[in-house]
């Protein structure tokens, strides 16, 4: 409990000029004792003495500010001041000479405070001791008292002088209080005086700014600058503080660490009696804190706590966003309504933790699937939805739904036991079953109801076309499976010319299936079935067998050839076998490794630059060329070009075919084609159906081209007859 300083005392000032009184009194009477014979006649005048003091005494007594007692031994009252009925609301014939403390302290303090006067008499203790108790007056209202009691020398009796401090307790507990709620808030309190300088720092300050109160208090409240701000915004600041207006802004900050963080503060002046400013509280927010809890809103509005996925709301305001995308770039979206069938059998033969857990799994493999831009969401207990944005063809939509049908055949072990997740799925298609978003969710669950009455793991559409598209589509997906065996694919060569000398430069070979059920298929319809099959990579081989083979044979023939190119997709290069292959079948074929060039496209180099890299380099050591096909689609970079043994560079057929009335792509060509210069690479401009596209080509310094203009895709014998004759 604090105390109040001896000086200050008034109280304690008045025991001590009372005691000052009561020795010199003892003074007298001792004199008197001394020298009552001889001075008979002194005794009158000494009595009157006395009887002034004693008259100056009771004034003081009467008079003190403080409630004065005097206290017997057995702690009746024996003498009170006017203070002590107006504390206790007792009159003085209530108190004095009564044991009145039993009477007037509250039960709990009142042995305690006899007990201080006991304590005190049997020392003979002088100095004033203090203490503090209840006491309930006569109208029942409990007081805080503050007592300063000393011992009457030489005597058993003490003085005691009483305060009632019920008002300033009463405001200290609300200080304590208040003190308490600024040190814990999690906002920001710190106070620095008109100089900046830091006198308090609340916890907040301490956590939000890694600083102790130590390492802060005395600093000047910039040792949180963080550099972000100019001098005018803290010239403003102060201004409006100086001018003693309350002032709020968001501000960015340094921690300790040196990391920032955003505040939002609001500076209040803080003025004393005279109206001066003396100091300024800063009461402020952490954004950062705050944006981390607008999330966690965010998240608790728009994700599902079991799996983390979107929920219904957030895959329809994807689909949304997406909608006008799509119409742009005439892509389409695919919106998958995912039912597991039997779920509530699960429920009740595993129970609802392994239920739980299957959800949670079925989600990640349906998020396994899907690419950036797509979403996976929990729409429902066991349904889920998936968007697929950027559909360029159909049959992609149907790519798709095979791998989620394949992934959820693996069962999922739960505790030790393996539990199969089967599903059904609807499917609805942005533009052809309707542009608007909601609808598409609507129209993919109608589709998973006609999907429900069919066989399990299995899809429907929402239109009979898309579903037609859909079973030609997994025909063609059967029938391929047996093309190669068959013998149904079939090379076909598209030439490419000098652009000067319009002499023929090179030829690709393009790969054309010949179904018995299907008729002539082109690759876009198939090469994406063999690469998720990964089909392509025994069709791929056949390819660069194919090719070395029609090599040889024109080279038995006679002709003077031409390179020739042969597509190779990324599938094809995760094969650790790959660099081994493609030398063994060169050298058994006994071609020329000079007349062979691999074409692999820009997005294809970038999947595994190290890897890509070594194999590039071991090609090249074999005397094999490379390009890079559809360049300008990806996004390679320039510095890693440098480093890769690259021949030539094709240009993709978008930047081709407009360039005759398009200025950017004109642009983009010509920056490609000196970029490659610089590089020692040649360029093939693929696509060319004018004579205007060659001749702003030829403008351009555009090495090669290639397209309908010359010619289609031809058989072997057909572009046989452009080869000419070895001398
Ligand atoms: P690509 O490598 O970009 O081949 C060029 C495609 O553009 C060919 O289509 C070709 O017929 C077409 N084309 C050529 N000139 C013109 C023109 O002037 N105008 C237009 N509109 N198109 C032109 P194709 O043969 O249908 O091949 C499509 C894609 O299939 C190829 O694109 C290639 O990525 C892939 N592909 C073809 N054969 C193979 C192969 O043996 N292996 C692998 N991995 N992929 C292949
Ligand atoms: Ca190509
Ligand atoms: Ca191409």
Known sequence: MKRVAASDDPHEQTTAKLKQ???????????????????????????????????QYRTIFDNSEAATLIIEEDMTVSLMNAKVEMLTGYSKAEIEGREFWTKAVVPDDLERMKAFHALRRERSDAAPGRYEFRIRDKQGTIKDIYGSVALIP?????????????????????????????????????????SGIIEYVNHAVEEMSGFTKEELIGQKTSIFKSGKHDAAFFQEMWNNILAGRTYRTIMINRRKSGEVFEIYHTITPLKDEKGEITHFVATSKDLTQQRLLEERVYYLAYYDG???????????????????????????IAVMAVDIDRFSFINETFGTTAGDEVLREVGRRLSAIIRDGDTVARLGRDKFGIMLADVAQSQDIVLVVNKIISTLQHPVRVSGTDITANVYIGISVY????????????????????????????????????NRMASTFATLHKSLFHALANG???????????????????????????????????????????????????????????????IRDWQRKGYALVPVSVNLSAV??????????????????????????????????????????????????????????????????LSYL??????????DISFVRDITTNADDGAIVSSIVSMAHNLRMKTIAEGVETEEQLKILNILR?????GFYFSKAVPAETVEAMLTKAE
């Open 702 to 706: 555009c090495d090669m081209v290639q």
């Open 642 to 651: 440098k480093k890769l043994p690259v021949d030539n560079i094709k240009i």
């Open 431 to 466: 533009p052809q079953d309707t542009v608007d978003a909601a609808e598409l969710v609507k129209n993919a669950d109608i589709a998973l109801v006609k999907s429900q009455v069919q066989e399990l793991n299995t899809y429907q559409f929402f239109t009979a076309d898309m």
């Open 488 to 550: 149904e694919f079939v090379q076909y060569y598209q030439p490419y010319f000098d652009v000067d000398t319009r002499k023929l430069a090179g030829m690709e070979a393009l790969i054309r299936w010949n179904s018995p059920e299907h008729g002539f298929v082109y690759p876009s319809k198939f090469i994406p079935v063999l690469e998720e099959t990964r089909m392509i990579i025994n069709v791929g081989k056949w390819c660069v067998k194919e090719t070395c083979r029609q």
């Open 572 to 637: 094809q290069f995760k094969q650790p076998d790959i660099g081994d292959f493609l030398e063994t079948t060169i050298r058994e074929s006994g071609i020329d490794p000079g007349l062979l060039t691999f074409e692999l496209t820009e997005s294809t180099l970038m999947q595994n630059p190290e890897q890509i890299r070594a194999l590039l380099i071991r090609l090249k050591a074999l005397g094999i060329s490379v390009s890079i096909d559809d360049f300008g689609t990806g996004y390679s970079s």
């Open 154 to 194: 030489g005597t058993r009796k003490s003085v005691a002088s009483l305060t009632d401090i019920t008002d300033l307790k009463k405001s200290e507990q609300e200080m304590k209080k208040l003190s308490l709620a600024v040190q814990g808030t999690s906002d920001w309190v710190l106070i620095a005086d008109r």
């Open 306 to 332: 079991l799996t983390g996925l979107p929920n219904t709301a957030l895959l329809l305001d994807r689909i949304k966003q997406e909608v006008p995308r799509a119409e742009y770039r005439k892509r389409q």
């Open 21 to 55: 009184q009561i020795r010199e009194l003892q003074a007298h009477d001792a004199e008197r004792a001394r020298s009552t014979s001889e001075r008979t006649s002194e005794l009158e005048a000494s009595n009157a003495a006395l009887r002034e003091s004693e008259a």
